[in-house]
């Protein structure tokens, strides 16, 4: 083997899931956020990021950067008390896994914890308000709790073993509703008095007469037979008919009786169901019944789970669990959508096919390619000749998955998203339940990518007006902010070479609120966006990554702000620009802000693929000599789509603090944002479509190339590493480029796309079934002869994420292929996607520090 020490190991593979950080550009610490930071923790303005370069500071080693807890414990989940005098803010306990609440007070900048006993009485967030915000309806553990604007403690309306959810203060104001399982009730605020509005049943009516008797149907003839023989069948029947008829009319016509029930069908699930404002229209949505999954899975219209045995156990016995299905192996259905009239007991189904181009199939000419490629495969010389390939035909119309409901504020209208199954169409889709006795379903927005549409900047909601939608699109390249009825052209409120995102919707509807990049690609600062006069008026100015919550009054703004040298922490500003901003919390432990870390250079590197630069993080050694020759490590960030060369802290933390070790070794650091990443805009994203894998290993031989001729690097002595999609690339680029890197370490890694799940991977390389050659050019098990430089392996065995059957099946290609002088593996039987134990972390970057020791010095 080619390390000097062998032990077993494996790890981490992609950052899914976590918000898509913007690329960074070259920042100035001179403004009122970062002024407050440096002032609150004795600094002068501007001087942390200056001094964190520099080599004084504590001694590092890996075991101390991966010690639990080092770097501190950050606040979570920041909000505002009702009368915006004071924050809340959640924390994890150091060397626990406890969250406690803690609350702010803004004025006196006191911090105080919430005892259990007290968290009854404080405000809580994501509150439903009433329309003139005199009332609040929120659920807390389950319970349903009501505050009214003024009083200092809620009050309690529920205290059930059953969970109450989806609270909501109806129109009239004098009651608050909600769902308790599949029911859901209304609580008259002055009585108290729980009355039912909806009882949703997946089964038949048992009350509803039979079907029609078909006179030309064997069974139709038998039933007409018996009531046209036998009297007292058919006296039966017809007295069974009056009483059903009679109980229904009494139930209707009496006040203090429960409305009867909706019987939705047998072999249905109700997939969402969301109550109007006024309480009289519920919107339902039903898909087929299917086996509840028994573990994680993003697979939509079921597939066979995986297996994922676990070796270490307390029983000392193997364990088995599901794991999400493999991408294609569902069978994806569009919902059934009901309007529900709560009043008239009547329900309607919502046509979808008026959703324009739902009938089409993008993928036509890939399922008839992959159908003949299927049918010359199968055939044989023999003298009949082959049967002519069946090309596979798309369900039409397409299945499509409804991701959102909004009503309007008064009820009187409901907007509904959908998204085509094939990841190529959105639709926004509007419904009148009070137009007539069948309201139709109006789109109201429809855009296509030839690629797939993004899974982020997909909001939109109404303008107070209740006639006109704003929504986040990605139409133009960049997402940005419009607003547009229903047959009317739309009103782009932003546009440029940036991205708009979190849009929140001023009280007055004249204004959002939204985070955007247009400083910079990697420099995330807060917005205001007038309706009438379209454009960003620029709030903060902490030229890092900032973002904002609007107090209860809308004059303040609660801030999330962050450094590439300093963790995440919370500020409050007035709503204008130029206000001084206020520290609220100090989290990071002595320890951590004791170190003279690496403060990363933003560099923007001219791509040869494509017009326009990429954009890196550079992590210098302190006091190199210019004409020095040094090695060099390529950092590759996971995900695919996410941005780490940006001016805020990275979801990386573990890696930059790596980085700044590797610095001070000797090595010069790329952390480099290639095509894939977030925060760049709509065209960066996709050019991987239908090749991943490709594009990332030109952006990676640009960032080698760039290290060679800008800073010196000996181009022989330059490795790389990286988990998950990171994992990945580094395989593809042993693989396939050889020639860029004398070594690296792949953690975690996806090594066949074929086994990856089902929303991640189709919306990319859509399925292998219509597109096996997509799959083929993108997977590293395809590529794994390529192999002629070290490389390491790292994997936990507990992986639900990326399966560790990937680096299974990769390990014995390599054995089959000869490889055994090039690869070690080292596997972790405790952990899972992303390491849970120091002990593991400190492991597997020891192993990567040594291959990078043992080949690039």
């Not at 008829?245 to 997939?271: H, M, Q, S, V």
């Not at 046509?351 to 199968?378: M, N, Y």
């Not at 782009?492 to 985070?515: H, I, N």
């Amino acid at each position: 083997m080619f390390l000097r020490r062998h032990l077993p190991a494996l790890s981490t593979c992609f950052a899914l899931a976590l918000p898509a950080l913007h690329p960074a550009a070259p920042a100035a610490a001179t403004n009122a956020l970062a002024a407050a930071t440096a002032v609150s923790s004795g600094a002068a303005p501007g001087a942390a990021g200056e001094a964190a370069g520099g080599a004084s500071g504590p001694a590092l080693d890996i075991a101390a950067i991966m010690a639990r807890d080092w770097i501190g414990t950050p606040p979570e989940e920041p909000y505002w008390a009702d009368d915006g005098k004071s924050i809340f803010y959640r924390q994890r306990r150091p060397g626990s896994e406890i969250v406690d609440l803690h609350r702010v007070d803004i004025a006196s900048g006191r911090s105080e914890h919430i005892a259990p006993a007290e968290l009854g009485k404080v405000d809580a967030p994501d509150g439903v308000w009433s329309r003139d915000r005199k009332l609040a309806a929120f659920i807390r553990e389950g319970d349903l709790f009501v505050k009214e604007a003024g009083r200092k403690t809620p009050r309690q309306l529920t205290r059930t073993a059953e969970i109450e959810s989806a609270p909501l203060v109806l129109a009239t104001g004098r009651a608050v509703a909600f769902r308790r399982g599949d029911a859901f009730h209304a609580i008259d605020l002055e009585s108290g008095l729980d009355s039912t509005l909806a009882d949703l049943r997946t089964t038949k009516d048992p009350d509803a007469p039979p079907t029609p008797a078909v006179p030309s149907d064997a069974a139709g003839f038998l039933a007409g037979q018996q009531l046209r023989l036998f009297e007292v069948l058919a006296e039966r029947k017809a007295r069974k008919e009056e009483l059903v008829a009679e109980t229904r009319a009494r139930r209707t016509a009496d006040p203090t009786r429960a409305p009867p029930p909706f019987y939705l069908g047998e072999k249905r699930a109700i997939l969402r169901a969301d109550l109007s404002p006024s309480g009289g229209h519920l919107l339902v949505a039903l898909g087929p019944e299917r086996p509840e999954p028994t573990g994680d899975s993003s697979s939509r219209g079921g597939g066979k789970e995986d297996s994922m045995p676990v070796f270490v156990t307390e029983s000392g016995y193997v364990d088995v669990k599901k794991i999400r299905p493999k991408v294609g192996t569902g069978s994806p259905e569009s919902p059934t959508l009901l309007l529900l009239d709560l009043t008239r007991q009547t329900q309607v189904e919502l046509d979808l096919s008026v959703l324009p181009g739902l009938a089409d199939d993008p993928l036509a000419e890939l399922r008839q390619a992959a159908s003949a490629a299927q049918a010359a495969a199968s055939a044989r010389p023999e003298p009949a000749p082959a049967p002519a390939p069946t090309p596979s035909v798309a369900p039409a119309p397409r299945p499509v998955q409804l991701a959102e409901v909004v009503w309007s504020e008064d009820g009187s209208r409901v907007a509904l998203q959908f998204f085509s199954e094939d990841n190529k169409d959105r639709w926004l889709a509007v419904v009148s339940p009070g137009a007539a006795s069948s309201p139709p379903l109006t789109p109201l927005h429809h855009e296509s990518d030839p690629a797939w549409l993004g899974w982020r900047f997909t909001e939109f909601g109404w303008m107070k007006d209740g006639r006109e939608l704003w929504y986040l699109s990605e139409d133009s390249g960049f997402s940005h902010l419009y607003v547009q009825a229903a047959g009317a052209a739309r009103r782009a409120l932003t546009q440029g070479p940036f991205e708009v995102d979190r849009p929140r919707l001023a009280r007055d509807g004249r204004s959002f609120f939204v985070s955007a990049n247009r400083e910079g690609a990697g420099i995330y600062e807060a917005y205001r966006v007038r309706v009438d006069t379209p454009g960003l008026e620029r709030l903060t100015s902490a030229n890092g990554m900032t973002y904002a919550l609007p107090s209860p009054d809308e004059k303040q703004l609660l801030l999330t702000s962050s450094w590439a040298t300093r963790p995440p922490e919370l500020f409050v500003q007035a709503a204008r620009a130029g206000a001084a901003a206020k520290k609220l919390t100090s989290t990071t432990t002595p320890a951590f802000s004791a170190v003279a870390w690496s403060a990363p250079e933003i560099v923007r590197i001219p791509s040869t693929h494509f017009a326009g630069n990429l954009q890196a993080r550079v992590y210098t050694p302190p006091g190199r000599a210019p004409d020095t020759r040094s090695p060099a490590v390529v950092f590759i960030h996971g995900a695919g789509y996410l941005q780490n060369a940006h001016e805020g802290w990275s979801d990386y933390s573990r890696e930059f603090m790596f980085h700044t070790l590797l610095a001070r070794a000797g090595y010069v650091v790329l952390d480099l944002d290639y095509r894939a990443s977030s925060g760049y805009g709509r065209d960066f994203r996709t050019a991987i479509y239908r090749q991943m894998g490709e594009p990332e290993l030109e952006d990676l031989a640009d960032g080698v190339a760039w290290l060679v001729e800008q800073r010196g690097v000996d181009a022989g002595r330059v490795g790389t590493y990286g988990g998950s999609y990171g994992g990945f690339l580094t395989m593809m680029a042993l693989f396939k480029r050889p020639e860029l890197f004398a070594a690296g370490a792949a953690l975690r890694p996806v090594t066949d796309w074929a086994h990856y799940n089902q929303g991640y991977t189709s919306a990319i390389l859509n399925t292998p079934e219509v597109d096996p050659e997509a799959y083929r050019r993108s997977s590293p098990i395809e590529f794994a002869a390529g192999l002629a430089k070290p490389l390491l392996i790292c994997h936990g065995m507990v992986d639900d994420n990326v399966a560790f059957q990937d680096t299974v099946r990769l390990v014995q290609r390599l054995i089959e292929l000869g490889k055994t002088d090039l690869f070690e593996t080292a596997i972790y039987p405790l952990e899972p996607h992303a390491f849970k134990e120091p002990t593991s972390w400190v492991d597997e970057y020891k192993r990567i520090f040594e291959l990078f020791e043992t080949h690039l010095k």
